[in-house]
């Protein structure tokens, strides 16, 4: 799959369970996602279920740390990297 | 005696073992004693003494750890902050307690100055250490202050909790008796080090040459990779807030793998812990399952052991009785002791009672909790709930005008309410605001304006907007009847996710 077709999945996936939607569209690749509370621990641990369902990626427990969840773009990165 | 001596009592019987471990890296107590005295020679040179508050801020990790230890071996305190915290809540800590210096990780260094905009020193807490560093390790009385723990505040700013060598020794001690482990004990780490059970975590293992392991916080609530560490890192002693444990036996298949053998006591505080849920965790492990109380002003000053009487009768798990040498009683809307079976607020007295509030008076008499309990017939409480509006998420306390304090500080908005709704697990903090007149206000602008002014525990859960708010006949924001509002005027775009079915 292309990187693009996974960011705007992941985006998709953002916008609709945290964020009501995004009626505004403010969220782009690099909003940072945990720093401003998007992504909490518990919403961390939903994510990573739904990157499995969605694309097959188990995210072992090392991946998980703030640098591969910065934000849409990072998080990406990750998926395709472990892909 | 001093909370640092733990530490540098291990070192000196146990150089050889490990003291902190983890992915964020390992030490054994040699080194952790060696680079806590490079480090207080440093802040020393820095200008730090005895007396002096030091705030450091970054995530967990060894290195925190040892700057904790520096600090309190030059008889000065420290004031933890966590790497999430925004830079601007830290400057504010740092002049509330008119800190003497700040130590972050190097790659916050910059902005930190930037926000600090003063002569306050500050430094990188890792750097290598001198192992010729000659040993400090001041004198201190029991009432010197060890470190200040701060917590949300009801009046919109946060509010700083002192707490003493005599009040946390008092409370570790306790822990160390009651739990008696030894050098081959391996701690878990799961609360933050801001949050007060760290405390037990950390000093319990260097009182007795033990291992603490850090779990970093990114993955204190991953419940697969948690579940999977306790079996990895053979873990004896296991301290968290209910939610965590109820997260990692419903979504970490923790009960699906025989119990491992090496744990042997699980301690949990800080919200009540549902009764089906003990009760599957008793039925999984033979380790110990201690129910703990105390808010951060008391520290632990009440346990509770489960025993065959939780997992037979339908009662709420009590709190339990006084331990760590204080005394507590339930005092009635009139003023007087609770009798068996009364309904009042518990009153705690004693050694681990914190020294008081930065900046305000010191604290004198019994500590009144704000929580409401009902005296038992064996001498111990039943917990009922707040007397307050304070709420607890996650087993983190929020007040909640503090967070509509910093949301109404938004240019575009007018007013805002933040309750808590669910409970337990899927206790979520749901933010109502109301734009300014003729303003929109998008939900990533506003997350952006509170996460520069709250740390992330406080940020809320879900943002939702009305036209205004529900008021009571006072005038004052109807909270009950908030969600109610949300529903009627159809703002809620979707509805939120129904809590998950009964456990039983």
Redesign the interface.
Request: hydrophobic letters at 35%; aromatic letters at 6%.
């Given at each position: 799959m292309p990187d693009q077709e996974m960011t705007k999945r992941i985006a998709e996936y953002i916008r609709e369970k945290f964020l009501d939607g995004d009626p505004q569209g403010e969220l782009q690749d690099t909003s940072p996602l945990l720093e401003w509370g998007v992504l909490n621990s518990l919403r961390v641990a939903q994510l990573i279920g739904f990157l499995r369902e969605e694309f097959g990626v188990v995210v072992p427990p090392r991946e998980i740390h703030a640098d591969n969840l910065r934000d849409v773009r990072s998080i990406t990165a990750m998926v395709a990297r472990l892909a | 005696m001093s909370l640092h001596r733990l530490a540098i009592d291990s070192a000196a019987r146990e150089p050889g073992r490990p003291a902190v471990a983890g992915?964020t890296g390992d030490l054994c107590y040699a080194e952790l004693d060696y680079a806590a005295n490079a480090l207080a020679h440093r802040l020393r040179a820095m200008g730090v003494a005895a007396g002096d508050r030091v705030v450091l801020w970054a995530?967990k990790s060894p290195d925190f750890v040892v700057a904790m230890q520096a600090v309190l071996r030059l008889g000065a305190a420290y004031v933890p902050a966590d790497g999430?915290v925004?830079v601007a809540r830290v400057a504010a800590m740092a002049r509330d307690c008119t800190a003497a210096a700040v130590l972050t990780s190097a790659d916050r260094l910059a902005v930190l100055r930037d926000a600090l905009g003063s002569l306050l020193p500050s430094a990188d807490l890792a750097q290598e250490p001198d192992p010729e560093a000659a040993p400090v390790d001041a004198e201190v009385a029991p009432d010197d202050l060890a470190y200040i723990l701060y917590t949300s505040g009801s009046t919109g700013a946060p509010k700083g909790v002192c707490i003493s060598h005599g009040n946390a020794r008092a409370f570790v001690d306790w822990a160390v008796k009651e739990l008696g482990p030894g050098p081959q004990d391996r701690f878990a780490n799961h609360a933050p080090f801001t949050f007060d059970l760290s405390v037990l975590d950390l000093y319990a293992a260097f009182a007795v040459g033990a291992s603490v392991h850090l779990i970093?916080?990114?993955?204190?609530?991953?419940?697969a990779?948690l579940a999977?560490?306790i079996h990895q890192w053979r873990i004896t002693v296991w301290y968290s807030v209910p939610s965590a444990l109820t997260?990692l036996m419903r979504?970490g298949a923790l009960l699906d793998r025989p119990a491992p053998e090496a744990l042997r006591a699980v301690l949990f505080a800080g919200e009540p812990f549902p009764l089906p849920q003990v009760r599957a965790l008793a039925r999984w492990t033979g380790a110990r399952l201690l129910n703990l109380y105390g808010p951060t002003e008391t520290n632990v000053c009440l346990r509770h052991e489960v025993g065959p009487a939780d997992v037979e009768n339908d009662r709420p798990l009590p709190i339990g009785t006084p331990v760590s040498g204080d005394h507590a009683w339930a005092e009635t809307p009139d003023g007087r002791p609770a009798a068996v079976g009364e309904v009042g607020e518990l009153l705690v007295e004693g050694p681990t009672v914190m020294l008081g509030y930065w900046g305000v008076q010191p604290h004198q008499g019994p500590y009144r909790t704000g929580d409401l309990v009902r005296r038992l017939p064996d001498g111990s409480f039943e917990y009922l709930g707040r007397r307050d509006y304070m709420v607890k998420v996650?087993g983190h306390r929020v007040e909640p005008t503090e967070v509509e304090t910093v949301l109404a500080l938004h240019d575009d908005v007018a007013e805002a309410a933040v309750v808590v709704a669910g409970s337990g697990m899927d206790a979520r903090l749901v933010a109502y605001v109301v734009p300014a007149r003729g303003r929109?206000v998008?939900?990533?602008?506003l997350?952006?304006h509170?996460?520069q002014r709250l740390p992330?525990?406080m940020?809320?859960?879900?943002?939702?907007f009305l036209s205004q708010l529900p008021h009571n006949r006072n005038g004052k924001t109807d909270r009950a009847a908030l969600t109610e509002a949300a529903r009627a005027e159809a703002v809620?775009?979707?509805p939120t996710e129904q809590p998950h079915a009964s456990e039983r």
């Open positions: - | 992915p995530d999430a925004p970093p916080s990114e993955l204190a609530y991953a419940p990779q999977e560490l997260l979504d996650r929109e998008g939900v990533l602008g997350r952006r509170a996460a992330r525990y940020l809320a859960d879900e943002i939702h809620v775009s979707h």
